[in-house]
């Protein structure tokens, strides 16, 4: 069938299978072109057409106790609609079971304590009363909260999910990682985050299902990721923009800025990856967690 590619001088070409996955030299310009990956072109075919683009502009809706986002086109169109769940009720019924289990951890341990005849032992025990309450109450709070699924449907009434971005442990520390699904549930990529590494630049690797590097998400800049550290977004104007590079030549094929505006805004731009290596689901799916997976 051929793969198909489009070099930035604005030459298309139709490609053998062969070259699938490489990169090859613009005959025209001598630019070198990414081509697509078979997974990448046949996930392109089967995609919805809600996905078809270059261009996102996410708009997050304010008052509202979970997470949500209308994903509109360039003219303005409503596409998407994303929610991220808080399980607020959930989340305080498990913090109070997890205080009343710590309560009792600890109250064992202390009357066990006092009932020691030796100072020493009381000492040791209440000591380790207290260190089993926190012990405690930790577990207890990662065993029993809602892990925080984000789901993507064709509008706000819910009834036609298009992807799903799950969130693969409670206990994220210090790697945090997210599996990409269609709604078959055939997995598109994974996504993963070291939490550790965001206090210099804020970085998101994506993954493909056999492992392969698609891209990573990292800040626009390190001078300006250290100014954000020590000054915070200072009104908005060292608001966290991101620039997407490609896994193997790291050249960028993308960008998801935050727009100067009182309610948050936001554009994914992949106008940059002409011959769409990067599937746009995936794309989509990176730009949710650039924004709810930094706590922007």
């Keep these: 069938m051929g793969v198909s590619v489009k070099c930035r001088c604005g030459r298309s070409y139709s490609l053998k299978d062969e070259f699938a996955g490489k990169v090859v030299r613009c005959p025209h310009c001598g630019a070198q072109v990414s081509v697509p990956a078979k997974a990448a072109v046949a996930a392109r075919r089967q995609a919805d057409p809600a996905f078809d683009r270059d261009v996102f502009l996410l708009h997050q809706k304010h008052l509202s106790i979970n997470e949500k986002y209308v994903v509109w086109d360039e003219d303005g169109q409503p596409i998407l609609f994303i929610e991220r769940p808080s399980h607020l009720a959930r989340g305080c019924l498990a913090a109070m079971a997890s205080v009343a289990g710590a309560l009792v951890v600890a109250g064992l341990l202390g009357g066990l304590a006092a009932a020691m005849p030796a100072e020493a032992a009381r000492v040791g025990l209440g000591i380790a009363a207290a260190v089993a309450f926190i012990v405690t109450l930790v577990v207890l709070l990662v065993a029993l909260q809602p892990k ?86 200072l009104f908005g104007v060292l608001r966290t923009n991101f620039i997407i590079v490609a896994g193997g030549d790291d050249k960028v094929i993308g960008e998801f800025n935050r727009k100067f505006t009182i309610l948050d805004r936001y554009a994914l731009d992949l106008k940059a990856d002409a011959g769409r290596t990067l599937d746009r689901r995936i794309a989509v799916a990176l730009g949710v967690m650039l924004d709810t997976g930094e706590r922007r």
């Excluded at 994974?190 to 965001?198: E, F, G, V």
């Design 148 to 233: 925080r699924h984000v789901t993507v449907t064709r509008d706000e009434s819910r009834s036609e999910s298009l992807l799903e971005i799950l969130q693969d442990a409670k206990w994220q520390i210090p790697v945090a990682t997210y599996t990409v699904r269609d709604p078959q549930g055939e997995v598109l990529a994974r996504l993963r985050k070291n939490h550790l590494h965001n206090f210099l630049r804020k970085q998101w690797q994506c993954y493909g299902p056999d492992g392969s590097l698609l891209c990573v998400a990292k800040e626009d800049s390190m001078i300006l990721s250290l100014l954000r550290r020590f000054l915070g977004p």
